[in-house]
């Protein structure tokens, strides 16, 4: 009796319908390949202006003009913020930036910076870290409270969940 799968006898003409589609030709995956290192080129261009705009916003504003309200601890936590965001920024752009040969032949278009997981919530915190210090720069120190708003559920659930932190540690029974 002739194997089910390879009979034609089913719907998919004989294939398995878990079976992963053709792989790609040369040109299709280079087509791609420049696709993807454009729009990470993109991404990282319009990163790039967006941190120099609001960093140079934050310093004119808070800074120069408003420089009765400049105490020692904006500057830190101004310090510390924007070398968050730097670090951050730094970490997206050695990850996602395009590689080129001599002959500006695509070497590697980088890894996607439109994917889900570890590059999303560092694109999410470099995004708050943007907005706190527009607020803080425009309206009053007190926007900086808002990273605690953000963080403290976390900081919640890694207190009170068990699977996290062991009921020995924190006494919980």
Request: with cysteine; glycine share 8%; charged share 10%.
């Amino acid at each position: 009796m002739a194997n089910f799968w390879t009979s034609g006898n089913n719907a998919n003409n004989g294939s398995f319908p878990y079976d992963a589609p053709p792989p790609l030709t040369n040109l299709q995956a280079n087509a791609a390949q420049k696709k993807l290192a454009a729009s990470n080129t993109q991404t990282l261009k319009a990163h790039r202006y967006a941190s120099l705009i609001i960093n140079a916003l934050f310093i004119l504003v808070r800074f120069i003009l408003r420089r009765s309200s400049a105490t020692w601890s904006l500057s830190l936590i101004y310090i510390l913020t924007a070398g968050l965001a730097g670090w951050l920024q730094f970490q997206l752009e050695s990850v996602g930036r395009p590689r080129y040969d001599g002959r500006g032949a695509l070497i590697s278009s980088g890894s996607d910076l439109g994917q889900a997981g570890l590059t999303e919530y560092m694109f999410d915190v470099v995004y708050l870290t943007w907005g706190i210090q527009l607020l803080v720069a425009f309206t009053t120190t007190y926007a900086w409270w808002l990273y605690l708003i953000v963080t403290s559920p976390f900081c919640v659930w890694l207190t009170v969940d068990t699977r996290v932190c062991g009921d020995e540690d924190l006494g919980i029974v």
